[in-house]
Structure formats: structure tokens, C-alpha cells
């Protein structure tokens, strides 16, 4: 048994107003929303042992759902940390007093403030609604917030506007994320190093150090270590979370979008067997063939910080 919890992310649907430019849509071929009684047989099956965090996420817009807030009442159940990730496209005043009062942590994908760069990323969204909820949902909860600083290279040189204005809305935790060749090539060596420079220039985070934050430093280097052990192709980024599709499909990456590395169903399986057992797989998928989301953080000091 690996010393590592993990992140357990729930879709609640695949549907997305929007068409990020490194969001891989055009794999997705199903649509729907998860049903309030498979919400539940997931949750039944969740608890702190070796779950650290509940994140509803997925391929799609969260706050879509029809029963949003009622997803998220049963989500707090097993009473660990609880989080929804967003673009902030829905976010009504009963979305946000919903997950004011329902969530631990929201995570809010965000490009740029500089709208030609926005529409740029974040193909389809409204640049003056969203940034309109941006600023409501920093009135109501910025604490809560982690923002995550998506886009890849093209958001890097209007980054310090970005910062600047979102620290005045009232958010100060910040990750900048790389862009996985899911959804275009890059050079991940030359990215490292560019983030990291922002990193310190900026006084951000980069995002692998989110992925260390439910066991500690040492147990994720523990943990790969004994990963690598079992398998040479090991991903510690496949194996920092599990994700659960709305039909209950338990998938082998939560980058498949294309549900081709699925590993279980919640209905059939046990969950936390499942993520015992997949730590050999995890590198060997078919969705792992040309990755780069392992060559981003291991090795180097990326990894380690």
C-alpha cells in the first residue's frame, strides 16, 4: 500500500460552455449529468484513509449541473475537504452563497486580464462576465480561492496584470500551470524554466506543488519512489488523483478526456483497490503515449520544490 492519499475527482458532466484553447473538447463524445443516487454510491465509498480531498471537476463546467448545490450537500458527508474547480462562467449569487457555504476550497481557471489573450484561451466565455464574477466571487470568498493561472506561454507576458488585478479583487493563493501537450506542443524544459522565473518574480506558486499538498513532501517523494519500484514508467501526476466520470467510470488519468485508460465502474469496483492497483498502469495507458505531464515535473528541481 503506497504512503500517499489521493484527490478524488468527481464529474458531474462532460458539457462545457466553453472551448478552452487547452481544453481537448473535440475527444469528448458524450454528454448528461451525473445522478444525485450515483453522487451518492460514490461518496458511500470515500473516506479519509486515503482520500485527502473531494473535488468536483471533471471534463466539464460544474456549476452547470441541475442539482449543483445538492451535489455538493452530499459531497461534505465523509467531512474531508472539499473543493469545486471553475471558470466562474455560472457564477450566480446562488452559485457563489452556494459554495461559500458548501466548499472548502474553489479552484478558478483563469487566463488573463488583457481580453485580447482571454479570448485567445478561453474560447467561447463572456471577457466582462466573467471578470464580473471574478470580482464577486473575490468579494464573497478569495480566502477560498486557489486561482489557476491556465493557458500555457501565451498568458506569460500580461501575468503580472493578471496577478496585479486579482490581488485586488482579494485572492492571494496563485498556481501556474504548464500546458500539457494534450493540448499542444511545448517545450516542457524551456516552460519549467519560465515558470519558475515567474514563480519568483511574481511571488506564485507553480501547480506540481499542489499536487504535494495532502501528504506532505516527503511522503510524495516516498511515494514516488515506491511507484518507480513497481513500475519504470511510474507518473506521480496520474497517481495524485482519481477521477470518476458522471456515468461512474473510474478512469486510469485524470487527462483523459477521451475515457480510452477507464479501470473500473464505481458500481462494480472498489475504489480504493483500484487506486492500489493502478500504479502499474499509470505511465503504460494508451492515454500516456506522448504525454508530457510526467517529463514536467520529474526530475529536477521543479519536482522537488
Known amino acids: 500500500m503506497l504512503p500517499r492519499k489521493v484527490l478524488v475527482n468527481i464529474e458531474p458532466t462532460p458539457s462545457c460552455p466553453a472551448a478552452c484553447s487547452m481544453c481537448p473538447r473535440s475527444v469528448i463524445r458524450d454528454d448528461g449529468f451525473m445522478s444525485v443516487e450515483m453522487m451518492e454510491r460514490i461518496i458511500d465509498q470515500v473516506d479519509p484513509s486515503y482520500v485527502w480531498e473531494i473535488d468536483l471537476a471533471g471534463r466539464g463546467e460544474p456549476t452547470i449541473h441541475p442539482q449543483f448545490h445538492t451535489l455538493l450537500e452530499i459531497m461534505r458527508r465523509p467531512g474531508i475537504t472539499t473543493d469545486v474547480t471553475t471558470t466562474g462562467v455560472t457564477f450566480t449569487q446562488k452559485n457563489i452563497d452556494a459554495v461559500v457555504n458548501n466548499v472548502d476550497v474553489i479552484r478558478l481557471s483563469v487566463s488573463s486580464v488583457v481580453k485580447p489573450v482571454f479570448d485567445k484561451v478561453h474560447i467561447g466565455l463572456n471577457y466582462d462576465r466573467i471578470w464580473r464574477n471574478i470580482a464577486a466571487l473575490g468579494e464573497a470568498a478569495g480566502h477560498k480561492v486557489y486561482v489557476h493561472l491556465t493557458g500555457g506561454p501565451v498568458i506569460y507576458d500580461s501575468l503580472p496584470l493578471t496577478v496585479e488585478k486579482l490581488r485586488s479583487f482579494g485572492y492571494s493563493n496563485f498556481y501556474l500551470f504548464p500546458l500539457w501537450n494534450r493540448g499542444g506542443e511545448v517545450d516542457h524544459a524551456e516552460d519549467n524554466r519560465k515558470r519558475a522565473q515567474l514563480s519568483r518574480d511574481l511571488g506564485i506558486k507553480i501547480s506540481e506543488s499542489e499536487y ?59 475504489l480504493r483497490d483500484i487506486i492500489r492497483s493502478r500504479v502499474r498502469d499509470l505511465g503504460n495507458m494508451e492515454i500516456c503515449r506522448g504525454c ?10 521543479m519536482f522537488f520544490a
Request: glycine residues 14%; hydrophobic residues 30%; proline residues 4%.
Open 212 to 270: 504535494k499538498t495532502g501528504t506532505g513532501k516527503v511522503k510524495f517523494f516516498l511515494n514516488t519512489l515506491i511507484g518507480l519500484a513497481q513500475n519504470k514508467r511510474y507518473c506521480p501526476i496520474g497517481d495524485g488523483s482519481v477521477s470518476i466520470s458522471h456515468k461512474g467510470d473510474i478512469l486510469g488519468c485524470f487527462q483523459d478526456f477521451g475515457h480510452v485508460s477507464n479501470v473500473g465502474h464505481i458500481d462494480r469496483d472498489n
Open 292 to 301: 508530457n505531464s510526467r517529463k514536467a515535473v520529474m526530475p529536477g528541481p
